[in-house]
């Protein structure tokens, strides 16, 4: 079956891609599979200068999920294009850079970076992560900042950029439109909702810094709801994520509205996630009555 | 390649107070294993798989036995499995402890916490092999909680502690250290602060820790489970770990 999808500055062979911050640069999943058979990767955060991360404990269990609170732990761009990037472009797949930044400087900085690389086809902008107190954030849940970030980030970089928008936001139409306005190629979401976890012995967070960001099952209906939503009011695609674990769970993202997908936390679960994911995906179609994921897009109801 | 298995449980025994010893079959991982590596089992309804050590193995019978203490939801429902039923699992994960770092006819202490017993005990089988003198001083909270102190006896001098002095020595692991005479090396298991108590009173002595840290993916590239290195850098103890020298990293 067709699992192709064609995306700005992405042909992807089919739409399975790890989220970031879940894979690290493919090398520890590049033991258990060919990351050929992905369609792409997302690549763990980058920011200008090497980030160690939050103090320990970073991670708790939730009911049908997890709170993350890593820090953006990432070697720094230069390192990432010196090393990860020519590993990663071994293989017969997309590459999508994860930008971070606590700065519009920063953000630019590290967009720019990207363009030395021919390796690299696409840039995910990260304005969403919950984790880092200066952390970009805050371009993510104000409109106008995000709007002013993403222009900027367009004209620095030469490749395709799909801002990451987080989910803790009043309105989520009101954040992908101010987006797409300001020229972004596609959109990337979700990102994980702010969560805690208390330690009933001391009554103390369970994490270290306080307060993660939740992942896993939990999120998908949220997901959804809010890609539904999206869908319906902006044209660019969106590459959608939040509690994919299943060929099903790819399906229902697609009918939302998704054009491609990324699986984050089911990779911890499953390190054969992404793999499982594609081989059932032809039969998961078939049996709902598509003939091609790229049917699914074409048929969906909810297009703008 | 590595491999997802699923591991046919063959035995479970409650072998001290809240502590299972489970038998598990899976011939390649009983091959491969060193002393330190873990598995990481799944547990149906949960979202993160379970750090659980290697305690032992039988080549011959292909099987891996674990020991763990019931703590929570995961070890709960690990502890009601029964013989026949399958777990999924992946491993051998980490870095062990490496038996070649230790020489004919050199005297080695094993310090064992709790439920940081099993790895030290595969330690010790390995050990007994060749020619070395084995110490091995046992911590446990109190008398119902003791375990493997005969198994430990057959192949090193063993002291057993409890905190309570219910059962052996009262007190802490390291209080009984001026009783064992000198060794040229140790090897140590067991919670975050007897780890510290130990590194910081054989500071001078060579010695390898293994350390427990929540974990995410168990496989290297969450950056979950990371730990400060004294150069300044870190490590990851899932992968690079669990086991270190007990000079490289801040505790
Ligand atoms: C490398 C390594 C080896 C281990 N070996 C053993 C062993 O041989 N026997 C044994 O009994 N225990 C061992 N542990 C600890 C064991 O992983 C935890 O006790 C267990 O995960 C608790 O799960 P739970 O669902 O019962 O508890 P919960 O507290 O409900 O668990 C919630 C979450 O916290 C994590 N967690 C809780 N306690 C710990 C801990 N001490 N270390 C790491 N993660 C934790 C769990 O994995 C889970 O993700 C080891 C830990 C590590 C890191
Ligand atoms: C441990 C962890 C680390 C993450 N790191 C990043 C990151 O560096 N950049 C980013 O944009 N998203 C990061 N995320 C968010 C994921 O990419 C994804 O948006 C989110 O987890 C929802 O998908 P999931 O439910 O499939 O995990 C991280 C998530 C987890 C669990």
């Known amino acids: ?304 | 390649m590595k491999k997802r298995y699923e591991m046919k449980v063959l035995s479970v025994e409650n072998i001290a107070k809240e502590t299972i010893e489970m038998k598990l079959y899976q011939p390649e991982i009983s091959k491969e294993t060193v002393p330190g590596q873990f598995l990481h089992l799944l547990v149906p309804g949960f979202t993160l798989r379970r750090p659980i050590s290697i305690a032992k193995v039988d080549k011959q019978e292909g099987s891996v036995t674990i020991l763990f203490k019931i703590v929570g939801g995961g070890t709960s429902a690990l502890a009601a499995y029964q013989p026949g039923m399958t777990i999924d699992a992946l491993g051998p994960n980490g870095n062990g402890f490496s038996v070649d770092d230790v020489k004919e006819g050199e005297r080695v202490l094993l310090v064992g916490g709790g439920i940081g017993v099993p790895p030290i005990y595969h330690l010790a089988k390995q050990l007994a092999e060749k020619n070395v003198e084995l110490i091995a001083v046992l911590g446990f909270q109190s008398k119902d909680y003791v375990f493997y102190e005969a198994e430990f006896q057959k192949i090193a001098k063993t002291y057993v502690v409890t905190n309570d002095g219910s059962y052996g020595h009262q007190g802490f692991v390291t209080h009984v250290f001026s009783e064992v005479g000198a060794f040229d090396q140790y090897f140590s298991c067991g919670p975050l602060p007897m780890l510290r108590a130990i590194t910081k009173e054989l500071k001078d002595i060579p010695g390898k820790v293994s350390l427990e840290e929540r974990m995410g993916c168990g496989v290297g590239a969450c950056m979950a489970c990371v730990l400060p290195t004294v150069d300044n850098n870190y490590k990851k103890i899932c992968s690079d770990g669990p086991v270190f020298s007990a000079q490289e990293v801040v505790l």
């Open chain 1, 1 to 304: 079956m067709n699992l192709e999808v064609k995306l700005p500055g992405l042909t992807l062979k089919n739409p399975i891609m790890p989220a970031s911050g879940c894979f690290g640069f493919g090398k520890e999943y590049s033991d258990y599979y060919d990351l050929s058979r992905l369609g792409a990767v997302i690549m763990k955060a980058a920011t200008q200068f090497e980030r160690f991360g939050n103090p320990t404990p970073r991670v708790a269990e939730t009911s049908s999920g997890m709170l993350n609170a890593i820090g953006l732990q990432n070697p720094g761009v230069d390192r990432i294009i010196g090393t990860e990037v020519p590993r990663l472009a071994e293989y017969d797949m997309s590459i999508i850079a994860n930008v971070a930044g606590s700065s519009l400087e920063e953000y630019i900085f590290v967009a720019k970076a990207f363009n030395r690389t021919n390796e690299v086809h696409a840039l995910e902008l990260n304005i969403s992560c919950p984790n880092v107190k200066e952390g970009g954030i805050q371009f993510g849940t104000d409109p106008e900042m995000a709007k002013k970030v993403t222009a900027a980030v367009k004209e620095a970089s030469q490749l395709p950029v799909y801002v990451k928008l987080s989910p803790i936001v009043t309105s989520i139409v009101e954040m992908a439109k101010a987006v797409e306005e300001a020229g972004a190629d596609g959109l990337s979401m979700i990102n994980t909702l702010t969560g805690m976890r208390l330690h009933l012995p001391t009554g103390k967070p369970l994490i270290a810094n306080q307060t993660g960001g939740l992942s896993g099952a939990a999120i998908k209906p949220i997901a959804i709801r809010m890609i539904y939503e999206v869908r319906q009011h902006v044209s660019i695609p969106i590459i959608g994520m939040g509690g994919i674990s299943t060929a099903e769970d790819v399906l229902e993202f697609l009918q939302a509205g998704a054009d491609a997908v990324a699986v984050g936390t089911a990779n911890f679960q499953n390190p054969f996630a992404c793999v499982d994911i594609i081989d059932a995906l032809p039969e998961t179609l078939t049996k709902y009555q598509y003939t091609s994921v790229q049917d699914v897009i074409d048929r969906r109801s909810v297009n703008v």
